[in-house]
């Protein structure tokens, strides 16, 4: 029933950033006459809501300025920057494709490191034959003591006066497997004692006798990435190459390798690196590091488990792609790095599902109500509608209504409370669709729980009407029991307890799982229209939040569903209680 709505064009906001200024300025000086951006993530990983960030400015941009410079040639690639054997591989690749394109976004060219690996070569061939590179034999100890630190400079390479010649067969020699890993590097000559650490002599190359999920065994050398990433932007003529703040120290070696290249390799364009804030999200974690600690740990069900902010995770929660765009949209683009809110995203989740996702009922914490006056064998088909009339939408069901049925566990007190308007001894509430009820006795086990309401129905009154005179001031949903479909529920929450995660050691973020951020709730009654629901389809349980019916878990006549958000902020509602 729950056909998806059209999607929106994909292109992001057309808001003034520094991003677009900067771009406008280049198109105005006419230093560009077009607009090619690039994703460029390692396959190491899965991506995660602050790649989305990313990817909506990059693939937006292209398709902003697509639209303004209609025949430039504008673009965005997607490139693996593949330059390490012993993490990547191509179940990561195939993940981050789907991810682009569920986001709503489709790539002008599909590119890899890999691809220019012999011209990477032959340009480190190059800098050692200006004099710009040498091999170095130090071990990975000896460089890290050489290169000081902040505050001390570092002491050249007893290896940097090498010859040409013999940096040249060393290098050689290099490529042809002679040498173990660790035994030499290929690093650039610059400056040890410069402020900058990234600039102190940095390594080009390293031996690393691992099969690539590209190349195979072609290479047993491979480039670093503050050498390949310059190179591949310009090679593909990369205008604006745009990164997040970590990478703000990298900027002055990026040039390096573009300025000491362009010469010789008359590269199409010279690109440019600017760098934005990064997005960090309250309650969850966003560290690659971290969030495989928890996959592996088997903290969590795997990438796709719907606690986690990967794409494949938000996707699985029941996300939808229009409500990411539109929440990295609100973030914008800015310089400084700040931490938003998930308040913020779960808004917009909410936002957008309020138009698309049908209302129905269901009971997850079911206490059974006989209608004792009710007529034994008698069903009713009510007319229950698909949309509150905010929404300019239409559509019903028929929903069964009979002599027993489920409500709320918490619809239901023993001892009512002044402002308890639900049901209780003595009181009468309305079914939503349906009849008003009156409860008149309970039934309770050895413990004295609750176990069964019983209750009296209004037969003179219709459902839906309000009857003169009388007030009725709660309306319960409820599910009937003869036609109920049992169902799980997962109810997520977020990741962490804490806003932030411990800052010292990697392990130590653990301890602030929130031990409520799954709760698995079995035996959950359904009403009959979801007993078809399709594996991702979404719905407004009443009362209750936004559900999706889980992607891999669900089938009809047997649907899992997994909550996506609350209906308000019960989050920032429980910690100011």
Known sequence: MNSPAPAPSPATAKSSDFIRDIINDDLEAK???KVITRFPPEPNGFLHIGHAKSICLNFG?????????????????????????????????????????????????????????????????????????YVCSLS????????????????????????????????????????????????????????????????LYRIRHTAHHMTGDSWCIYPMYDYAHPISDAIEGITHSICTLEFENNRELYDWVIDNLIDYAKFPSRPHQYEFARLSLNYTVLSKRRLLELVEGKHVSGWDDPRLPTIAGLRRRGYTPESIRAFCASVGISKANSTVDMAQLEFCIRDDLNQKAPRVMAVLKPLKVVIENYPDNEVEELDASYWPHDVPKEGTRKVP???????????FMLEP????????????????YAHLITCTDVVKDAAGNVVEVRCTYDPEVKPGDNPVGRKVK????????????????????????????PAGKDSEFLNSINANALQVLKGCKLERSLSEANAGDSFQ????????????????????????????????RANKK
Not at 421 to 431: N, S
Not at 475 to 499: C, F, G, K, M, P
Not at 541 to 563: H, L, M, W
């Open 474 to 501: 709660g309306t319960i949903h409820w599910v009937s029991a003869r036609h109920a479909v049992d169902t799980e529920v997962r109810l997520y929450d977020r990741l962490l307890s804490e806003e932030a995660p």
């Open 541 to 572: 349980f009443e009362r209750q939040g936004y559900f999706v019916a889980d992607i891999k878990d669900s089938k009809p006549g047997a649907p899992v569903f997994n909550r996506i958000v609350t209906l308000k902020d019960s989050w920032a």
């Open 61 to 133: 941009l292209a398709n902003e300025y697509r639209e303004k410079l209609p025949s430039s040639g504008t673009r965005c690639h997607l490139r693996f920057d593949d330059t390490d054997p012993a993490k990547e591989d191509t179940l990561f690749e195939d993940g981050i494709q789907e991810d682009v394109r569920w986001l709503g976004f489709e790539w002008d060219g599909l590119y890899h490191a890999s691809d220019y690996f012999e011209k990477m070569y032959e340009y480190g061939e190059h800098l050692i034959s200006a004099g710009k590179a």
């Open 401 to 411: 209504f009979c002599k027993e049925i489920y409500i709320e566990q918490d619809d």
């Open 140 to 203: 990975d100890a000896e460089i890290k003591e050489y290169r000081g630190n902040v505050t001390t400079p570092g002491k050249n390479s007893p290896h940097r006066t090498r010859t040409v010649e013999e940096n040249l067969d060393l290098f050689r020699r290099m490529r042809k497997g002679e040498f173990k890993e660790g035994e030499h590097v290929l690093r650039a000559i610059i400056d040890m004692a410069n402020p900058n650490m990234k600039m102190r002599d940095p390594l």
């Open 417 to 432: 409370t002044k402002d308890y308007y639900r049901l209780a001894p003595g009181k009468e509430v309305r079914l939503r």
């Open 31 to 33: 230093r560009h006459e």
